[in-house]
């Protein structure tokens, strides 16, 4: 197993994403595994931003710290990240910033870029010299360059790439991977390519970071795709636009952070109380207000499974990596429909934003439920009748001969509005008849590591890739053996898998992105399982595997 970790800093404005972007391309078109990571200020210009490569001949689920080589657009860059450069590594900058560090391969980009006849290639000559440093061909970067270069400036950006290439020597060994035949994406865009694959007709929501990127990859598909995306004014329209569009037949999703989320809780009511299908995804950053806008965490779980007031039935499910993301809300839209209530996702910015690579998928794996707005009895049509499972016979009004009555009040069987202490018993009793379908249907967390262990880990969402990494680390560095149990469906929580595994393990470990546990607080809340000791992390940065490892070994593992 052999991987390299790059990183690539500099001040909003000076051309990271695109720098970075090009060499994650170049990285996955030559065959690797590749992983990659942004930590950004919410500032239009200034502020230091970086990017995180990783890449190699295995799978890679997660970001590291330990650094190969640093691409430096600034002194700030060199100043606060050369510590955690490996003594084997590089420095690459221009020959104008000030660093003395033995490890820096300096050149004269900005001489550079003047005689190719444009300071803003500068960019593509790093890429270049970056991939002649990691002993990489420039086979591939042509037609990668032609995925982030407008065309008419093509061939001085290719002239650029030669000019890096032939301005240093080879640093590292070129290794081999075999991974050109998989996909590169984000966790943002394999939700929207999931609600596309799951049917989707309808989007609406109101930009707020780190959510905004599924509005904008699916409005970018949406006349292929026959979806409409709509930018609504406020969180509270967007959601009640797709409860409406629901209600009227149509796929529907909305999209927000926390904060957002927090405006489209009473609306998450009516979904539940009269029943309209709707999924929600709610891509966690730090809070309350405000908040730190760029970072993530994961601190909106005990929130969403109890939003809105009243009781009824909602599932929550958080996705762990890109192929997670994908399959899991394909599943969300085939649920919300066959139970008739609101699904909400957790994802988080570090899945959204991190780029990873996986296997094409199938869309034949999950087929979300079509909608069955048909009813065949003789009797009236009663839209909230009384069913074992709780579910009622659907129909969307106007497309039948029926008369469809829907209330956000309690109502009885027809629809009206009722005031009646029997029929309010009833009826909250079928709706959460709902549940002993979902229970049925719950996915037990993933199982990661020694089936000998007694040392369990807990985790959920996306925390799964650092967890799953850790989880190697110590099983490579100490004599103990270790497991983690990774949460996907989390609330209904699936326990069988829970308390089988707590019952073997000596001792268990909570490792959460939040200040409180709350993954813990609800395991103990359902199952009565206390957690030993948790790792906890709330400053907006993502936990890393070598971290985990670190904290629970209490010294480095690399």
């Known amino acids: 197993m052999r991987m390299y970790n790059l990183l690539i800093g500099g001040a909003a ?27 950004f200020m919410s500032r239009v210009r200034g502020g230091h931003n970086f990017s995180l490569i990783r890449f ?13 080589g640093i691409i ?6 060199v100043r606060i990240h050369k510590d955690r450069l490996k003594a084997s590594g590089f420095i690459l900058c221009d020959i104008k910033l000030q660093t003395t560090d033995k490890r820096a391969i300096k050149i004269n980009m900005t001489q550079m870029a003047k005689e190719i006849g444009n300071p803003r290639v500068a960019g593509s000559i790093l890429v270049g010299a970056i991939l002649k ?5 420039l086979a591939h970067i042509e037609k990668v360059l032609k995925t982030s270069v407008k065309i008419d400036y093509l061939p001085m950006n290719n002239a650029a790439v030669k000019a890096g290439y032939n301005a240093v020597k080879k640093h590292f060994s070129h290794i081999n991977g075999n991974y050109a035949g998989h996909m590169l994406i984000s966790g943002t865009e394999a939700v929207a390519m ?47 636009m797709a409860i409406g569009a629901s209600y009227a037949g149509a796929c529907s999703m909305t999209g927000t952070s926390g904060g957002g989320f927090s405006l489209m809780v009473e609306a998450l009511g009516l979904s539940g109380i009269a029943e309209i299908p709707l999924v929600v995804i709610d891509v966690q950053r730090p809070g309350p207000a405000t908040g730190l806008p760029t970072r993530t965490e994961q601190s909106d779980l005990l929130f969403v499974k109890s939003a809105s007031q009243g009781e009824f039935p909602r599932m929550v499910i958080a996705l762990r990596n890109a192929q997670d993301a994908f399959y899991q809300t ?29 296997e094409l998928f199938d869309p034949q794996r999950i087929k979300p439920a079509k909608p069955l707005f048909s009813y065949t009895g003789k009797n009236e049509y009663l839209r909230y009748a009384y069913t074992k499972s709780g579910i009622s016979p659907r129909l969307i009004p106007g497309k039948s001969d029926q008369v469809v009555i829907i209330d956000s009040d309690e109502h009885d069987e027809q629809g009206h509005i009722t005031e009646s202490a029997e029929v309010r018993t009833q009826m909250v009793n079928k709706r959460m008849k709902k549940l002993t379908g979902l229970y049925h249907e719950l996915i037990e ?13 807990l985790g959920w969402g996306s925390i799964w890739g650092p967890l799953k990494e850790a989880v190697d680390l110590l099983n490579q560095n100490t004599s103990k053996k270790y497991a983690a149990l990774i949460f996907g469906d989390i609330y209904p929580l699936p326990t069988k898998l829970l308390k089988e595994k707590a019952n073997q393990a000596d001792s268990i470990i909570n490792v959460e992105q939040n200040a409180t546990g709350q993954l813990a607080k609800l395991i103990r809340e359902e199952t009565s399982i206390t957690i030993d ?26």
């Open 133 to 137: 440093l990691f002993d990489e061909s």
């Open 13 to 39: 404005g000076q051309g990271v994403d695109t720098t970075a972007a090009i060499l994650e391309k170049s990285f996955k078109a030559s065959g690797y595994n590749v992983f990659s990571v942004k930590d």
């Open 330 to 358: 394909m599943r969300a839209f085939d649920i919300a429909e066959r139970y008739q209530m609101p699904v909400i996702l957790l994802s988080d910015q570090y899945l959204g934003d991190a780029l990873s690579t996986v």
């Open 72 to 77: 430096a657009l600034d002194d700030d860059t």
């Open 445 to 457: 967390p993933d199982f990661i590591g020694n089936n000998d262990f007694s040392i369990l880990l």
């Open 194 to 240: 999931g609600a596309v694959a799951a049917g989707l007709k309808f989007y609406s929501a109101y930009p707020m970071s780190p959510s905004t990127g599924i509005m904008e990859a699916l409005a970018a598909k949406s006349n292929k795709a026959e979806i409409v995306v709509e930018q609504a004014e406020d969180e509270i329209a967007a959601v009640n």
């Open 533 to 558: 000791n948790s790792i906890l992390k709330y400053d907006g940065r993502q936990l890393s595997g070598e971290e985990i490892a670190r904290q629970i070994m209490g010294r480095d593992v690399l």
């Open 56 to 68: 190699g001949t295995t799978e890679i689920v997660s970001h590291s710290t330990i650094i190969d």
